[in-house]
């Protein structure tokens, strides 16, 4: 039988392998979700494109019925829409949310798309609760950004979304490894120090803003002070410790506060307990605007 020391040993050398198999990958441009919808893809290579036009967006929206339903839902939702005439051509939607909410749309379709894929049935839960984290965060991202105004609402709920893609990665990885799929301490230990980076080589590699990658791989960063304005970074890194203590059962505003990026976006603790107050809002809104 194995000494406590050796399967130590063993497990940390089954991390390092799959760590080292995740760079390789990485610096070889080679990082694509398993089972990413077509139609969500091609819309993220057009909406690289800074001279994309509504029209070309319209049209690759089109291929997918999915994707324009879930798009349209977006677009007449209470968070993005009050009121007013709802709307169903794709190219006046389109024009109404803008790109950044054409991606969360998108983002929202894929994720659903990941959750029904057969050959991912076994870590659905997991997905799930990737995807419940992600619009925690969002919907705490687009409350801070409404009360300090420091970023742009659209941005928020993107970059709150994406804030844990890497999760997702990792685990759909992980289930193809027979060491870490057996040992949950090192799938837990991969996924608490690595999911940042990943998440942020797929932002990259979506060629998604640079600041939306900038913040992903920088959201753990706590201690992170620089000069000058408020930035997207800022705001993910305090939405992301506050969606950690709500989830923890242990709000403690007076401690966000503290945070160098709460400091630069200037939140204090009565805007925090705001915030938290009308992210729980903000959820059932997002939820509704996602599908």
């Known amino acids: 039988m194995a000494t406590p020391a050796a399967r130590k040993g063993e497990s940390s050398s089954s991390a390092f392998e799959f760590v080292t198999e995740l760079a390789r990958e990485l610096s070889a441009g080679r990082v694509e979700l398993p089972s990413f919808p077509e139609a969500a893809a091609r819309l993220q290579q057009a909406l690289a494109d800074a001279n994309v036009t509504a029209e070309r967006i319209a049209l690759v929206l089109g291929t997918d019925a999915g994707l324009t339903a879930r ?23 389109v024009t109404r949310i803008g790109h950044e909410n054409i991606r969360v749309a998108a983002l929202a379709y894929a994720s659903a798309q990941l959750k029904r894929a057969p050959e991912l049935a076994h870590i659905r839960g997991d997905l799930e609760q990737c ?13 801070i950004a409404r009360e300090t105004r420091a970023t742009r609402g659209d941005e928020a709920l993107l970059v709150g979304l994406l804030h844990n893609i890497g999760k997702v990665y990792i685990i759909a990885r992980a289930a193809r490894d027979s060491v870490l799929h057996r040992n949950p301490d090192v799938k837990a230990s991969v996924l608490r120090d690595w999911y940042p980076g990943i998440g942020q080589a797929l932002v990259e590699n979506w060629k998604l803003p640079e600041q939306i990658a900038a913040a992903v791989g920088a959201q753990l960063d706590r201690s992170r002070a620089h000069g000058g304005n408020p930035d997207l970074t800022d705001l993910l890194i305090v939405a992301v410790e506050l969606a950690g ?8 505003d007076t401690q966000v506060s503290l945070l160098p990026a709460a400091k630069v976006l200037g939140l204090d603790d009565g805007m925090a307990v705001r915030v938290v107050l009308e992210s729980q809002t903000e959820i059932e809104m997002l939820q509704a605007a996602l599908g």
């Open 131 to 143: 995807w419940q984290e992600g619009i925690r965060v969002a919907a705490l991202a687009h409350a």
């Open 245 to 252: 203590q709500i989830a923890a059962g242990k709000s403690d």
């Open 71 to 93: 798009v349209l839902t977006m677009a007449n939702s209470t968070l993005l829409h009050r009121g007013g005439k709802p709307v169903s051509d794709l190219k006046l939607a």
